[in-house]
């Protein structure tokens, strides 16, 4: 019941619907409960990851800021680049906002500490399903998923969340305006920011795929790399609530290496699917 891929069963060695579905439950009660464990036990290392991770931020001294800092006093423009304190306390207006939002962060800490054992149960459910060279080809793609999705959530984290927050927690309509935060507004802005720039970051594994059913080719993102660049340049500027136009190109830039990177993925799979026949 327990067993890892997908069973073959009857003359054809095929399955059926419904023993595709039997299996694709099992991987994902595995993956569940892998997730639900880890964030059990990040449950209990709260003040490590709200103080230490969440709220961090908030502070001056925060990775981003000091290095943000240090390029603003290379570049003589210290007053531009230099981050202070955001000197505002969030608020809790529901009685078990603080419960909740306890457990909805270590569910999400749990998601991530998993993902590679997630990743890893999907693809051992679509595996079986691949011809011998196609699973060839394939090698590593635990490993790159993985590592595009991690990357992604770092530039989320170091990146869009802290110039996202800076921004919107000191922007005002009015000096008559005050803002006064909620935790449950600043938690959705910094797991928002992190897990879409995650999933984001899955460009090259997505193109991967589009390209072997396909849907997509090389010449095609070659022929449209001019449009493409101008929609990761109004997604940038939408991502990005500041108008600095340094933290829009922070954004774009990453992006646009992720599009040149989706380009180079298409062709091979272009070329090894020529050797192949």
Not at 137 to 156: D, N, P, R
Not at 251 to 275: C, D, G, M, Q
Request: charged residues 15%; hydrophobic residues 50%; proline residues 3%.
């Amino acid at each position: 019941m327990f067993g890892f891929g997908n069973k073959r069963t009857g003359e054809s060695g095929e399955m059926s619907f419904l023993q595709h579905l039997e299996a694709l439950r099992w991987h994902l009660v595995r993956s569940a409960a892998v997730v639900m464990i880890l964030a059990i036990v990040a449950f209990f290392f709260k003040d490590l990851i709200f103080d230490g991770v969440i709220l961090a931020p908030k502070h001056a001294d925060f990775p981003t800021y000091r290095a943000m800092c240090k390029i603003g006093q290379w570049l003589h423009m210290e007053g531009d680049f230099c981050f202070q304190d955001l000197n505002f306390r969030l608020q809790n207006i529901d009685l078990s906002g603080q419960f909740t939002t306890h457990m909805w962060i270590s569910f999400i800490a749990g998601l991530l500490v998993a993902s590679p054992y997630v990743f890893w149960e999907l693809w051992s459910f679509i595996k079986p399903a691949l011809k011998e060279t196609e699973r060839k080809y394939a090698t590593g793609i635990v490993f790159f998923t993985t590592m595009l999705f991690l990357m992604g959530i770092c530039f989320g984290y170091f990146v869009l969340s802290p110039f996202s927050v800076n921004f919107l927690a000191t922007y005002q309509v009015s000096t008559e305006v005050e803002n006064i935060i909620t935790l449950d507004s600043y938690i959705s802005t910094v797991t928002t920011m992190t897990l879409i720039s995650g999933i984001v970051f899955e460009l090259p594994i997505l193109v991967y795929f589009l390209t072997k059913f396909g849907i997509l080719s090389p010449s095609f993102m070659n022929k449209y790399r001019r449009h493409a660049v101008v929609v990761i340049l109004i997604a940038a500027a939408i991502i990005t609530p500041s108008s600095d136009i340094t933290t829009m190109m922070l954004t774009a830039f990453p992006l646009y290496v992720l599009y040149e990177i989706s380009i180079i993925v298409s062709w091979r799979v272009v070329s090894n699917k020529r050797k192949a026949e």
